[in-house]
């Protein structure tokens, strides 16, 4: 290695244990976080379970498991039925919350967003 790439190793290194001082880019970012974060857990949840739901109920239609149970084709159906719906509903209940949370915050970040970008 010859000495450039030392020292930068060095400095690279090094700027992981400076303390960073805490920025309005860094509070944007924050406020950016809060707005998306529980959308998409929400989604990432609710579009799982219905998944899971309707794979329950295609699991009682089309095995063995579902033969052992009386009328397990009718309820395999629904149960499928239920999960589908979950898993298609999911995307516009995200962009609903997604939108109640941009409307709350859309102030704050319109004006740290205004003012780091007039500095």
Avoid: C, W
């Avoid at 010859?2 to 880019?25: G, P, S, V």
């Amino acid at each position: 290695m010859n000495r450039n790439d030392t020292q930068f190793m060095a400095q690279k290194i090094r700027t992981q244990y400076i303390e960073k001082e805490h920025t309005e880019l860094d509070e944007l970012r924050t406020l950016d976080k809060r707005v998306k974060r529980p959308a998409s857990i929400f989604s990432y949840v609710f579009g799982s379970i219905g998944a899971i739901v309707m794979g329950a109920g295609m699991s009682l239609v089309m095995t063995d498991i579902g033969a052992k149970i009386a009328g397990a084709m009718g309820i395999g159906i629904g149960v499928g039925a239920v999960g589908l719906v979950m898993a298609i509903a999911t995307y516009p209940i995200y962009k609903k919350i997604l939108a109640s949370r941009k409307k709350r915050y859309s102030s704050q970040i319109l004006e740290l967003s205004e003012k780091i970008i007039n500095k």
